[in-house]
């Protein structure tokens, strides 16, 4: 966070600390104080650690996110976490254990760099809670730009403090699991250790306020060290840093320089669209159900995909928006690829749902040109049409004479479906659709097939 050796601030930290603090609907303090945190571990070679405990840059703020409720997961339920403050810090050295040889082994490269702490409340109640909350907090920080938040690479890392309770009672003793860098294994983590501490208690155990880490070989939590209760860290000011003041335009001093001081209300000026806006933006524009934009966003690179694919379509978004969540994102899922692997490119799926929607295809056709164009043969949807001959039958007489012989050569089929049976006539149409190699509409067949039987 300080630039060596001139013990200047880093004034980008400050800028992104303020940044997230309004994205997060915090108070920003105009003035905020940085303190020394003493302990002695082997990642910390100073001994003390740069923080704001006293009185943070950024304050009461909140994280509204969503949570896939039912059984299928197919409700969104919009949630609310308080935040308690937002801290500039010093980051610590990275210890690295190695078991085999029963050493342990100190990465010092990122101690000293800046680091944005964001502390909530205790309001969410388990792992997939917190998995939301933490990929909300991932998109807005990744939006604002003040960091890429990848989580494998540490640019983003979760400690998780969990506690168990019975209603009415007050919180549990607590316990931190450590450095969690994967939003799957934040959930599994602390739905393990909620479910630990509970069968210790019902035991007649007690819980330790301890540090622990995630085993996600094991799938459970290992304890690390004994906090021996509440720990003293020996907080004191800082004596090598005053305050930091920032000013809003109201309290701005007339003369001064935009370089020299940061602005609170040019930073909220500068704000992007934050995801919640861009989801309510997805909604109202085309009518696409809630949990759909979060499913947009919340998966990398299909946002863009989806805007790239509308762009060069005449097809109708809600067409768009099934052809994308469901059938696209479910070939990338079962190959365990990213958007950017897809060998379906946004312009190819335009050119195929653009055939789908002059009826130049059916939509089982449709299916199989997907299929194909996933193969990655640099062939167009049009070209597969033409080679696999999957156009729609136009010849109308041709098509009544099939359906005629077809009801001709299953009279009970046709009595049945005469009968008011619905299945009857999904047989019927079953039979000319194969009879065509499925290249006529479902649709055009039902109405000749009605027709011929009144």
Known sequence: MLCPPTGVLNRR?????????????????????????HYF?????????????????????????????????????TKTVRIRQIQL?????KSLHDDLRSQTLIDLNRAGVGLLEVVLEPDLCCGEEAAAVIKELQLI?????TSQANMAEGQLRVDAN?????????????????????????????????????NELESGGEILNETRSFDCKLGCTVPMRDKEGKQDYRFMPEPNLPPLVLYDSASLPAGTESQ??????????????????????LVRRYGMLPEHSFTLLNEVGLLQFFQNVMKETRAEPKKVTSWVLNTLLGYLKHHNLAVSESPVTSSALAELLDLLDSKAISSAAAKQ??????????????????????????????????????????????TDM???NPRAINKLIGLVRKATLNRADPAEIKDILERLSS
């Not at 400050?14 to 303190?35: R, Y």
């Not at 920080?141 to 730009?145: D, R, S, T």
């Not at 930073?267 to 309510?280: F, K």
């Not at 999957?390 to 005629?404: I, S």
Request: glycine share 6%.
């Open 162 to 198: 969990i506690s168990v309770h019975h209603p009415g009672e007050p919180l549990g003793v607590r316990t931190e699991v450590k450095n969690l860098n994967s939003i799957r294994f934040l959930a599994k983590a602390i739905d393990h250790e909620i479910q630990r501490q509970i």
């Open 418 to 420: 005469k009968s008011g």
């Open 260 to 281: 020299q001081v940061i602005n609170i209300d040019q930073i909220r000026d500068a704000l992007p669209e934050l995801p919640s806006a861009t989801r309510e933006r």
């Open 141 to 145: 920080l990744q939006a604002l730009g």
């Open 13 to 37: 930290c400050v800028e992104a600390a303020v940044m997230t603090g309004l994205a997060l609907n915090c108070h920003i303090n105009k003035k905020s104080l940085f303190d020394r945190k």
């Open 41 to 77: 571990y082997s990642d910390l070679p100073a001994g003390y650690q740069i923080t704001q405990q006293r009185l943070p840059i950024a304050a009461n703020g909140s994280l509204t996110y969503g949570v896939f409720m039912g059984n299928k997961q197919s409700r969104m339920a």
């Open 89 to 93: 810090e010093q980051d610590s050295g």
């Open 369 to 414: 040109v997907f299929e194909e164009l996933w193969k990655g043969e640099a062939k167009s949807a049009a070209q597969v049409v033409s080679e696999k001959q999957l156009e729609l039958m136009q010849d109308r007489e041709a098509l009544e004479q099939l359906c005629q012989s077809t009801m001709e050569g299953h009279p009970q089929v046709v």
